[in-house]
């Protein structure tokens, strides 16, 4: 009974005792004597009192709740009351089929302040917590990598869960209507409620404590010789296990992610080993896999498979023996994210890498345009590629836009199949498979200030690419697509169609600086790997090695970049390991550098053009393949003169065998090797009356190999010059076209106009040759002679046949007149006379008046003949070009007045 508390109301015990109602009465009606003492509290109290610092405390931790959505649970979902919404990342939306997404403006600015362009909103998602359904508007956003909390709940869900969160005693409760629920942090991973995950309880705390004391002795040497070997191994790796796995709020597998026909999971098997198998089993599964439709490939071209039941396909090398085969599969199997098969698939470049700007010149007006019309045909190509978009979150639905474009139809080409010309051969090409939507920018475009990012040369890029064994030729999936335009920017890629006004979020076809855009992105992305082993135009990626192993070890490197930095390829457009290919127009191999039979054989089909636009067309054709045609500029020429301004179109029988002799050149264009910068090169000149022409190349195995063909048309100046000024331009023009390979070589010029070799010697001249030799001195030059029988490689423009290398002597050896006999000759209807002279004594003065003076009594220009004059005018215009002594004039003056000729 001592034990026994009675807990009773104060005004009851008043009522019940007496003795209480005679102590309460005298308390109220007389003063209590204070008597001092002492009293003991807690620290709390103490605190109060004092008006001390309050206590500190530790971090509760996050706040965090398991929830589902549908039959996906959610462990640790995220409530953040720093978030103005609710954040679901977009792979966790594509799990629960949840892939309309509504249009947003949103902008997500980060704590780092970078900027995240979200890819649609989610309406009204059902979120279970406890027994209770919370509707829930999510933004959703393509991550780089996974969070750890799948979701976030912001502010908006905490208000409509009715949420209190008690910091300090680390609990969060949720007031739904009459439903209350409490949540404290410290309890909610003891009881693991979410299917397909386990947590570890707190019991492993007990049981790593436990360990740990019994590893712990003051003296080491105690625990030496009490504790074995073994024991001492045994216990270190058990409380090593249990710190690894203390962590309860970490997740530690997805058993759902496991297949159930592979052996049991261990606890005891670390996380990312886990979560690999199961990315194993699901990306490449066959259930996911796209319906693709195959086509014809090319010869040396096959397709394998890389995932199950023969799905997703890559296109591959038909030569590899079976262990590349099997090497370069499991390779490509480590880079599913690499490889795009569907629209889905594109996660989109960071928008810290590159973002798309588009702006504008200063008081530009804007242009809203009104739609087009389109057929019924074109009209379910644009609404099939509308909704493809929507679906991918690459636009979105805009009302109000101060530029509006129309959309435009076009036909789209497909991957490299076959195609059987008329001599039956199967021509590799890529046909038109479709039709595909483009939007007419125009308007836009003449506003915009330009962007002058430089692009790579190809013809420089191809010498690069060329006489490698193996190939892998790379191309990006919609690559434009892969590009966010800036928020501020994509209301003006606003464009209208029969179903609607859209915005683009991802960088569209048809803008004027999306190609500089999009270089300069991936010149940021492989720039340290572009002209080592890789070459980047445009979306066209080149990746080569010396060997198979090289090669693969290199598409390694490109495919780790690209799931890096989220670059998607194309696989119908990827072709690995292969032993030759197309690049921009040109086929490389081993071998060197060849034209495309596919563009060729449509210029052969070509009949001879009608009018000067079809012309037009058919040299700029033939104009990109002028490097493999020899002469090109002077075989062309009757066809580029009806080009000319108010010359009448007739297609003569001269501009119709140059037509077809440029066909049949294409046909036979040799195969051009890339140059080898340790050898010497030789530039083979050549000029003809109309035209010049040169030809780059180099020695090997005493084989001269073109590099380049070189020709162009002279002008009406330049027709008249002197047949040595013709060749010397001839080999100025070769050095301008061949610079960038030529300097800092040596090089061997062959021409078969020796008065060059002699040329870049002389220091009197005239000022056109005095200003093209110091030209060239700035190169390693050395001239040889070859007979112009010999030098039919420099397009075979020489007109003149040299047998001996004898040089021409332009400067008088001597300056004086020897007499052959005396007296008066009369040859030809002339006469002359002849004096004797005796060397430099002779006055020249005297003797040329004597001359003169002959003339001026003998002459008559009646009985000149007229060969003799022809004769005499050139023999005074050389006087004169010379001018062997100053009072020589006077001599041809007289003359000319003699025979009535104007000077």
Not at 86 to 112: H, Y
Not at 163 to 191: T, W, Y
Not at 528 to 545: K, L, R
Request: proline share 5%; net charge negative; aromatic share 8%.
């Amino acid at each position: 009974m001592d034990r026994l508390i009675i807990e009773l109301p104060l005004i009851d015990a008043i009522k019940k005792s007496p003795v209480i109602k005679r102590y309460v009465k005298r308390m109220v009606t007389t003063d209590l004597n204070v008597e001092q003492g002492a009293m003991m509290i807690i620290s709390q109290v103490s605190a109060v009192i004092q008006n001390k610092i309050p206590e500190k405390l530790p971090d509760p931790g996050s706040f965090v709740l398991d929830c589902s959505v549908f039959d996906e649970k959610f462990g640790r979902s995220l409530c953040d009351l720093g978030f103005s919404v609710s954040l679901m990342p977009r792979s966790v939306a594509s799990e629960l089929g949840m892939t309309d997404l509504q249009p947003t403006r949103i902008i997500l600015i980060l704590a780092d302040r970078s900027v995240r362009i979200l890819d649609g909103v989610l309406e009204d998602v059902p979120v279970k917590i406890g027994g209770c359904l919370i509707p829930t508007d999510f933004v959703v956003l393509s991550y780089e990598e996974e969070p750890k909390d799948p979701l976030i709940l912001g502010r908006p869900f905490l208000a409509t869960a009715g949420a209190m969160i008690d910091v300090k005693n680390g609990s969060i409760g949720l007031n739904v209507g009459d439903l209350v629920m409490n949540f404290e942090m410290n309890k909610l991973m003891q009881r693991p409620m979410i299917d397909g995950q386990t947590f570890y309880l707190e019991t492993l705390s007990d049981l790593a404590k436990e360990s740990l004391m019994e590893m712990q002795y003051n003296d080491p040497l105690e625990r030496a010789l009490i504790t074995s070997v073994d024991e001492a191994e045994h216990l270190d790796n058990t409380a090593g296990g249990y710190v690894m796995l203390m962590d309860a709020g970490k997740q530690v597998m997805h058993i759902s992610g496991v297949d159930r026909h592979q052996p049991p999971v261990s606890i005891d098997t670390p996380r990312d080993t886990t979560e690999k198998r199961a990315a194993k089993v699901t990306e490449w599964s066959a259930e996911r896999a796209p319906k693709i439709e195959l086509k014809q490939l090319p010869a040396g071209l096959r397709y394998a498979f890389l995932g199950e039941n023969n799905s997703y396909h890559v296109i591959i090398n038909a030569s590899l023996n079976n262990a590349e085969l099997t090497l370069l599969l499991s390779k490509l199997r480590k880079f599913r994210k690499a490889l795009g098969y569907s629209l889905d698939d594109i996660a989109g470049i960071s928008p810290d890498l590159c973002m798309h700007r588009i702006h504008l010149d200063d008081e530009t007006k804007s242009s809203i345009e009104h739609r087009r019309r389109l057929n019924p045909n074109l009209k379910d190509v644009v609404k099939k590629e509308i909704m493809k978009l929507l679906e991918a979150g690459i636009i979105y639905r805009i009302s109000d836009s101060d530029w509006v474009s129309p959309v435009h139809v076009v036909p789209k080409k497909g991957g490299v199949t076959v195609v059987q010309n008329e001599k039956n051969e199967l021509i590799p090409t890529r046909t038109v498979t479709g039709h595909q939507m483009c939007i007419d920018y125009r308007k836009l475009n003449a506003a915009t200030r330009k962007d002058h990012f430089p692009f790579p040369f190809i013809d420089q890029m191809l010498e690069r690419l060329a006489s490698h064994p193996y190939y892998c030729f790379l191309d990006g999936y919609s690559g434009f697509f892969q590009i966010p335009i800036h928020p501020d920017d994509q209301e003006k890629t606003s464009f209208t169609c029969p179903y609607g006004t859209f915005a683009y979020r991802r960088m569209p076809f048809g803008l004027c600086n999306a190609p500089a855009t999009f270089q300069r992105c991936m010149m940021s992305i492989f720039t340290d790997m572009i002209e080592d082993f890789m070459e980047v135009f445009m979306d066209d990626f080149s990746v080569y090695g010396s060997s198979f192993k090289d090669d693969l070890d290199n598409l390694c490197r490109v495919l780790a970049r690209c799931e890096e930095k989220h670059l998607v390829l194309n696989w119908e457009k990827c072709h690995f390991m292969v032993r030759d290919g197309i690049v921009l127009g040109h086929k490389l191999s081993d071998a060197g550098i060849e034209v495309d039979k596919a563009k060729i054989e449509v210029m052969i089909n070509m009949h001879p053009p009608s009018n000067v636009k079809a012309l037009r067309s058919f040299l700029g054709h033939a104009g990109f393949y002028r490097r493999f045609i020899k002469d090109f500029s002077k075989t062309a020429r009757p066809l580029t003169a009806l080009l000319c301004k108010d010359v009448t179109f007739e297609f003569g029988n001269d501009c119709l065998n140059a037509f077809q002799k440029i066909k049949s050149a294409l046909v036979s264009a040799p195969i051009m090797q890339p140059p080898d910068w340790a050898l010497p090169f030789e530039v083979m000149c050549d000029a003809s009356d109309f035209t010049v022409g040169a030809v780059l190349g180099q020695r090997k195995d005493k084989k001269l190999h073109a590099i380049y063909y070189a020709s162009r048309t002279l002008d009406d100046a330049q027709k008249n010059y002197a047949t040595t000024e013709k060749e010397l331009l001839d080999v100025v023009f070769a050095f301008e076209k061949f610079r960038p390979s030529l300097v800092g070589s040596k090089v061997v010029v062959h021409t078969d106009h020796s008065a060059l070799k002699y040329l870049m010697q002389k220091k009197d001249s005239k000022p056109r040759l005095l200003r093209w030799i110091l030209l060239l001195q700035e190169f390693d030059i050395e001239v040889r002679d070859k007979k112009g029988s010999e030098n039919g490689v420099a397009d075979h423009l020489s007109r003149i046949r040299i047998e001996d290398d004898v040089p021409i002597n332009d400067s008088l050896p001597e300056e004086h007149v020897y007499f052959v006999e005396t007296g008066i000759r009369d040859d030809y209807g002339a006469k002359f006379q002849v004096c004797r002279t005796s060397g430099p004594s002779v006055d020249r003065h005297h003797s040329l008046a004597s001359i003169n003076t002959q003339f001026s009594k003998e002459v008559s220009i009646d009985t000149i003949h007229p060969t003799v004059l022809v004769w005499l005018i050139l023999i005074l215009l050389l006087l004169l070009r010379f001018r062997i002594d100053p009072g020589l004039p006077i001599l041809p003056i007289t003359l000319l007045r003699r025979l009535n000729l104007m000077i």
